[in-house]
């Protein structure tokens, strides 16, 4: 599959370091995107921790085929599905026991959306709340639910309106993340990828700050992929980039 894609991450307007972090790696059509969280910068190292991790676990497996695996496998889903899944639950593992080595680490994590594009398919792995987008035609799809308070509530009470929903107190709070515990759920999807769509995947500094509309009119409208992604980060912090920012846009081309 023939892709472009542009990436950036931003520090935002009140943060004094970023705990964001991203990574590609072009061989795999692996793309990853962390939001750490942690006193003391330990986020920064929750983030790195994870998507180093993943990007290993892809390495050895594609070096060494009879490489052993660290979790048993799926047989319900494919080969290719299970791969990332495994290289998810691993991050989750280590960060688990980064953290519980190192006292001044305790309580740290990350989530994470990670993507890897193949024979016509998109498949997606997340935990937490970072987010991927399609973009296809006139409209964008939400690909991932967030783990959060907020979806939780709204599974409940599917009538909470916009501004409800905008001012529930506890919007912020994941229920699920890497490194909170020694085992993860990790939600997969997968999905078929049509020349011409466009995939934004990103940190809740951006989907918290930007509505879905203006990210919809943005990403359909772009020529230029860094550009694009300059321009979202841009609107974020305009709109008073209370948090860490990261963006990272795919495209399939013909």
């Not at 004094?16 to 939001?35: G, K, P, R, S, T």
């Not at 967030?146 to 229920?175: C, G, W, Y």
Request: charged share 30%; proline share 2%.
């Amino acid at each position: 599959m023939k892709l472009r894609y542009a990436a950036a991450t931003d520090v935002g307007m009140k943060r004094n370091h970023n705990e964001d972090c991203y990574a590609v790696v072009e061989a795999e059509q692996l793309f990853i995107v962390c939001d750490g969280m942690g006193g003391h910068a330990s986020g920064e190292v929750a983030s790195r921790l994870a998507a180093e991790t993943l990007i290993e676990f892809y390495a050895r497996t594609r070096q060494d085929a009879d490489a052993t695996w660290p979790f048993r496998l799926d047989k319900r889903i494919s080969e290719a599905e299970n791969r990332l899944v495994c290289g998810v639950r691993l991050a989750n593992l280590r960060v688990y026991e980064d953290a519980y080595a190192n006292p001044t680490r305790r309580g740290m994590g990350t989530t994470i959306v990670a993507t890897v594009a193949a024979e016509d398919k998109l498949y997606l792995a997340h935990v937490g709340d970072s987010r991927a987008y399609r973009v296809r035609d006139d409209a964008i799809a939400q690909l991932t639910r967030d783990h959060s308070l907020l979806e939780e509530m709204k599974a409940v009470a599917p009538e909470m309106t916009d501004e409800q929903q905008r001012s529930f107190p506890h919007k912020n709070v994941i229920t699920r993340a890497l490194g909170m515990r020694d085992s993860v759920e990790v939600e997969l999807r997968v999905e078929p990828v049509a020349v011409g769509d466009r995939f934004l995947m990103c940190s809740d500094g951006l989907s918290g700050m930007v509505e879905d509309a203006t990210l919809l009119e943005k990403v359909r409208a772009a020529t230029d992929l860094a550009a694009l992604v300059a321009d979202l980060i841009r609107l974020a912090n305009a709109a008073g980039g209370v948090d860490n920012i990261t963006a990272l846009v795919l495209e399939r081309t013909a």
